[in-house]
């Protein structure tokens, strides 16, 4: 009997008919990264650490929920017009190192991420105004 709750791909089962229901939900997710971002004063590294600290205190269930819609969010960038919007703000990036420059544009909050799907060129001028710090 399939789940009466779908996953973002599908009916999720776990076995017996109990459904996979997410304890961490796309509010949540964005706002970890925002607390992390607003502490860390818009320094990256420390935003990355400050994450960590914060994921460390999370039950298992969450931290794979946080990964999920990380990996939804980095789905979501990888996209030729954003990928361009990349090498124009860094120069050449080799496709094996996307995933860390879709991270760095994640750490910068949910506002940032949508602002770039819409407008990809919109990464290049924060960029390069210096609101963000490359990495």
Known sequence: MP???WHDRGPARLGRGDCYVPSMDEGRFWELIAASRQESRDDTELTARLLF????????TEIVD???????ARSRLYTWPVTDAVCLLL???????????????????????????????????SGRSRRMRTP
């Open 53 to 60: 600290r914060r994921l460390r205190v999370l039950s298992t």
């Open 91 to 125: 120069g050449a990036v080799e496709e094996e190192d996307l995933p860390h420059v879709q991270d760095w544009i994640i750490s910068y909050g949910r506002t940032v991420v949508e602002r770039t799907i819409v407008d990809p060129d919109s990464l290049v001028a």
């Open 66 to 72: 946080f990964a999920q819609r990380r990996a939804k």
């Open 3 to 5: 789940c009466s709750w």
